[in-house]
Every structure is written in C-alpha cells, then in structure tokens.
C-alpha cells in the first residue's frame, strides 16, 4: 500500500519567512494531493490540493508542487503569519485509500 | 451549508465497555470515510463507504472496530470491549463522491479508556 513520509516534523520559522514542508509518497498510482491544517483541537481543514496532472499550484501565500518522477510533493508558505501556525498534513490518495503524513508541527514567531 | 457533525465530542468510557460513534456527513454527500488520530500523531484511515457498496473495512485495526452506514446517510462506528490503546480522536470526512475528492472533516470524538 501507500506510505507517506513527511518532514521536518517540527518546524520554527519567524513572521514574515517562507516555510516549506516536503513529503514523498511510495506508490506511483496515487493521483492525487491534499494539505489540511490543523489547529490544537480542531478538525483538519484542506488548505490546497493537487492533482497528479499539474506540476504546481498556487493560492495566495500558498503553494504546492509535485514531481511526480521523484514522488515528492511540497507544502510552500510564503510572507508566514502567526496565524499560520498549526499543524499541516499531506496526503496521497489512490484508489478509494487516503494515507496521511505523520504532520508538520509549524510555529512562527512574531 | 451545515457541515460534517460528529457526536458525541467527547466520550469516557471503562475498559471492557462497548462505545458507539456518531458521523453526520455534509447532505449528498456518497463517500465517508473513519480516521483515527492518536495524541500528537497523523490520521489513520480506519473504513470508507461510497454509495451502497460494500465498505473498504481495510484500515480497522482489529475485529472489535466495526461500522455501519445506513441509508447511505449516517455512520456509526462501533468499538466493542475498549482497550486503553483505543483511546484517540476518532474523525470522520465525506466527500461529494468517491476517487480524488476534497474530503470534509468533523469536529471529531475524542475517546479515552479508562
């Protein structure tokens, strides 16, 4: 099955830096790429995605780039807030299997 | 609109007893799916139904988790003689179908075993 692997696993950065958070997938079939933040004691919320058909993807601050060669995909914050700071979740989904990076502990200080 | 609710938010149960967890998805939406999450851990998929089909029981961890959707509207999983382990945030998601769809979250059910 899929195996997921996310790092760093904590990361600091101070307000106003970009932050970049890396995962890479095993299993080439996956064709599709979602990121959730998770604020302490919240649900997950989707912050962007990426299909298997697109390189790279961006929403305002955010941005995400897959190569799907290397099996790797990557989480980009730009111009990082302290709002910002969460836990953030890749994940790669094939056929019907959603599996999840073990997450991304983000803190930005002001 | 209302999104996907969960009940109930917490529960605390003994060792032994039998627990029932409740998935409300967003309306029309066909595909749910049961996450677990451990304290401080990622999310690991437990079960996924689309539609009427028979359910991808893959991820349940043992034969004491099970789940049901009926009317292909409301969950519920069941997690019979609680072991201390199974204490964790239990998440539920759906999504307008099956495949490579946004899933939606709850606000999940956090479960400790005493």
């Known amino acids: 099955g899929e195996n997921v692997e996310q790092h760093p696993s904590t990361l600091s950065v101070q307000e106003g830096d970009s932050a970049v958070i890396k995962c890479t997938y095993s299993?080439?079939?996956?064709?599709?790429f979602p990121w959730y933040k998770q604020e302490l004691g919240k649900r997950p919320q989707l912050i962007i995605d990426?299909?298997?058909?697109?390189g790279e993807k961006k929403d305002q601050r955010i941005a995400v780039t897959l190569n799907k060669t290397a099996k790797h995909f990557s989480l980009h914050i730009t111009e990082t807030q302290p709002e910002d700071s969460a836990v953030y979740f890749c994940a790669a989904y094939n056929n019907n299997d959603m599996r999840f990076g073990a997450g991304t502990r983000l803190t930005v200080k002001p | 609109g209302a999104g996907v609710s969960q009940s109930p938010s917490n529960k605390v149960t003994e060792k032994g007893k039998d627990v029932e967890l409740r998935c409300d998805p967003i309306?029309?939406?066909?595909?749910l799916y049961w996450y677990r999450q451990s304290l401080g851990q990622g999310l690991e998929f437990l079960i996924y139904f689309q539609g009427n089909s028979a359910p991808d029981k893959s991820g349940l961890p043992s034969d004491r988790f099970s789940a049901e959707r009926t009317g292909g509207s409301v969950s519920t999983l069941t997690i019979q003689r609680t072991q201390q382990e199974d204490s964790a945030v239990y998440l539920c998601?759906?999504?307008?179908?099956?495949?490579?769809?946004?899933?939606?979250f709850g606000p999940g059910t956090r479960l400790l075993v005493l």
């Open positions: 990426i299909r298997s058909n697109v």
């Open positions: 998601a759906s999504s307008r179908a099956g495949g490579a769809e946004t899933q939606y």
């Open positions: 299993d080439s079939a996956s064709n599709y």
């Open positions: 309306s029309g939406h066909t595909a």
